[in-house]
């Protein structure tokens, strides 16, 4: 399995920029798709998941980006998306994709992770 992240960018405070991932290989079924960032000398944080397992779409964000970004999904397409507005200087970070599914029906879910895609927010 293998996750493509794409969208990052240099844009100025205020701005917007969209992130993409794509999930790809042996998938049976996927419980979430979600986004992590790790800014510059601070560890990896959860931004949002997404997830569409159960009956309906289920998303959860962190409190610092809420409001300001928006998760979607295709389950069709394995993909999630990362809609982000009004960008501060501080959402300047490496942004991973991560995925947690199953690859078949009989043995455990695992997570993967993509490879990062840096976004950087001018003031």
């Known amino acids: 399995v293998q996750l493509q992240a794409s969208g990052g960018g240099l844009v100025q405070a205020g701005g917007s920029l969209k992130l993409s991932c794509e999930a790809s290989g042996t998938i049976f079924s996927i419980a979430y798709m979600g986004w992590y960032r790790q800014p510059p000398g601070k560890q990896r944080e959860l931004v949002a998941t997404?997830?569409?397992?159960?009956?309906?779409?289920?998303?959860d964000y962190a409190d610092s980006v809420k409001g300001r970004f928006t998760i979607s999904g295709d389950s069709a397409a394995n993909a999630v998306y990362l809609q982000m507005n009004d960008l501060k200087p501080e959402d300047t970070a490496v942004y991973y994709c991560a995925a947690e599914l199953w690859t078949n029906d009989y043995s455990g879910k695992h997570e993967y992770w993509g490879q990062g895609t840096l976004v950087t927010v001018s003031s």
């Open positions: 997404f997830s569409s397992l159960t009956t309906g779409d289920v998303t």
